[in-house]
């Protein structure tokens, strides 16, 4: 496809008009809307709109936002803008347990996540990762010292800085980022937690759910935010597992339920399908 | 709430300003809109939208028809319009397995399925269900007798006449209906089917279910045609079975899968979110 | 069948020789075995089996008790021996919120829960029950008013010690037990709780679901300790909820999974498929 | 661990003593019983066993199967006998869609699946598979060239004869094997199908249910048989899909539970969890 399409996501106080104000104004400038979903919640009386849309003229981003800015401006809305042939800009940070790194990377490889990887971040060196093919995504080793792990964050701003990220995934980095970093990544850091949250935050879920004797284990796919395991939950899948499952089985069938459950809220991320309404967020369906 | 509140469901050939239209209609006869939800199909081209509306003064559902007519004339649109304080009327066909009639009845008693249940027809005595309470509704007892099932179907038909319902569910009723009489209902009449079509159609699914050594069973719902098992499908689910399951079990399992399915399947259609797609079902969400 | 068939669970310290003592005093004494299953639990390093078997000739469970009798003192085992034929008697405590209760009566009226209901405890009079049919089932008004709750517990032992349960379900009775009433019915008194546990505890978990934004709700079945929603879990299960889903909507959604999660854990228990090890459970599946 | 340890299945007609006389003869010999499954399929009469044991003292699966022999003759059992230390052999078959060889690559990279990957085929050349790391395992590059398929299957077949795989994966192969070669593999080939059977058989099965319009889709790994998609079922998982998803979409939402369902199977077989029960299943779970 040739044609510029466009995906906006905004939200603002309820009012009437606000779709009828879009939609006309789309239709006078010639655009076709291919996607509209909207959302309206009591609780906050807040709206919400996905809106996909393209015309065959060349149109850029600007063109999209000064036609939008009347409107935005009448409603006062948040709103955000993007040609969707403008891939995301990520980052993915790695630990040990490289299971969502792998899993990212193949999606990444099939097309499946439309994304460009701009660096991978460990804790660990590139040889924990001999099994897997990085091709040209550059590989960042930035190793956690006892009582250093501030100057390892520091690293790993610099690395953010000089590689322009949109989005950071924490893909089972397993380690906590502190309230610094938390704030500057607001709203475009995803971390998989190995936990149904709000069950077992912290450390060692599997072993935690273990010992509570639950049924059925889940992971979570949220935002982080200062407060650990407790920003908006994006994406959420679970498993049944039996009183036969001890920590170790516990930990294999967790596996598949986070790459899933990550990959989805990535893919989400990516394509413009969330926004956050307070401490939850509004996930337009594919 | 004393506001008059409206569901529309439309659909026609994909063409631009099709929202556009709308929404600017609605907005300046003052209505707000609650909800809206599009589909554009790119196999048949054609475009699917359910909005929900409602504004402050009194209204009619002639004065919607009156306000869309234009556009609907204008752009070729098969419309329905519901002022969603009128309840539809509903006819029950069941048989001798009454979990299906059981489950409807107590979520109809509970208002969560919002409709009148104008009869209640069986090819079994009312002493069948004695278990269960129907209150004021009408039931018709019309025994099918081998060679005058066409007779059986013509009283069918008096009943659906004399009670004029807008649905009728086949809350596992396990007779064949006739061409004719699938004719005469078509697009309102559900039928639950004890197997996840396409698999297992016709008679004694799970004992299909079983020989074949799934591992997994289902349920469908879907609008009855003339073609077996053949209808739009609404809406499905499954459960997971092993090998110690045998008919018996699987028919326990499913019943289970039957209610949760049928009950679905009616809901959506009683909230107006089912439009018809060919031989396929556009399902808006809740 | 006219056979005695008999279900024995058994719990001991893990040794080896277990199975091969009971299979061949079984197969000595005429025995057949239907079904046989066992966990060795590596954390509490307990040994635990669920074997059913019949033989033609009459036989009592006294009969089994003295064959069996020299293996449980030699292995220092915890038995239980149940002729399949005695039907387990069964007390349901219900609230305003029936649904539970409409669920297991229906259960129980088609055979697929065994048990003999010896009646129902309700703080709300018969009045609210109308559309339910209670047959025979002998119903115990007992309301609760404030600051005398202690003789209301005290109204519901005296239903406990003249019906005799082997079983008392809490089904979705909204009462909070005493810590005194609780240890009196240990082991034997089944609680559904609304929330997937150890998620939102307590009261209103679905507006706390709600509030806390996650995607998927559940229900869970448990044995009633002294700690509120503490006990040993016997079955769990799931459903996937949008931001759509207001916490009405979250009650009806979660009505399903609670009716199914609660009959089935009933089902474990009546069966003998559930057998404790310390604050978790052992359940066999069918 | 050190110690030998011993998984065993066997099969036989139906005969009270059968667990006894193993029980005892294990016992006897020394052996600890780690784990025992039974099932007695009261359809074909027949009697299923799984069972895991060990002893401290040195053994080899010689010593265990002279052990069973007098077992096995007199009850006239099927037998497998398999040393949990002797890793299967596995020669995995690849097409262009390689996510089910690269999962069941990364599935054996961490150890989940303990098998040894004696070789892959592919009808493509390895340049195709170069985001895959494929260390040590011999690659065959076996074209499929039109009308010469029989000689491409001839070198199949002298590859398993030099490689001696206990196990064929078809990891979404995509070419339909000669019933000359699917006899020559009967029980150790294992197939992928991308639907949940027995719906959409053959060609295109994602096309076939976006055709239908049904509201789930699936997969399902089966053994291999002449009849195409009619072997015996090992596992099958589901996904929900909406009327959104064109074929495209149930493509990528597909791949997800190929990778899931075949891994599982895989897993089973490779923990001889798997018994035939003539054109079915016994899986006997963890």
Chains 1, 2, 3, 4 share one sequence.
Request: net charge neutral; hydrophobic share 40%; aromatic share 8%.
């Amino acid at each position: 496809m040739t044609d510029s399409s466009f995906v906006v996501r905004l939200s603002c106080r309820n009012r009437p008009g606000i779709v009828s104000a879009f939609a006309s104004s789309l239709f006078q400038a010639g655009f076709n809307i291919l996607d509209s979903q909207q959302f309206d919640d009591p609780d906050s009386d807040r709206f919400f709109v996905r809106i996909v849309f393209n015309r065959t003229q060349a149109t850029t981003e600007a063109d999209v936002r000064a036609l939008m800015q009347p409107i935005v401006d009448s409603f006062g809305m948040e709103i955000t803008i993007r040609d969707q042939r403008n891939r995301r800009r990520v980052l993915l940070l790695a630990s040990k347990s490289d299971h969502c790194l792998a899993d990212l990377l193949y999606r990444w490889h099939t097309g499946e996540l439309e994304m460009d990887i701009v660096g991978i971040v460990s804790n660990h060196p590139r040889s924990v990762y001999e099994h897997l093919e990085f091709g040209n995504i550059p590989f960042h080793y930035l190793p956690v010292e006892r009582d250093r792990k501030h100057e390892q964050e520091a690293q790993i701003w610099r690395v953010v800085e000089a590689s322009k990220p949109d989005l950071v995934v924490l893909a089972r980095y397993m380690q906590i980022l502190s309230t610094d970093l938390t704030r500057k990544l607001a709203g475009r850091c995803i971390n998989i937690h190995h936990s149904f949250l709000p069950g077992f935050k912290g450390a060692k879920p599997y072993h935690q759910a273990c010992a509570r004797g639950v049924k059925i284990i889940g992971a979570t796919a949220h935002y982080v935010t200062e407060d650990l395991d407790e920003g908006p939950i994006i994406e959420q899948d679970v498993e049944r597992i039996t009183h036969r499952d001890m920590p170790d089985q516990l930990v294999r069938k967790g596996r598949d339920i986070e790459c899933r459950v990550l990959a989805r809220a990535v893919r989400y991320h990516l394509e413009d399908r969330v926004l956050l309404n307070g401490s939850k967020t509004v996930v337009f369906p594919e």
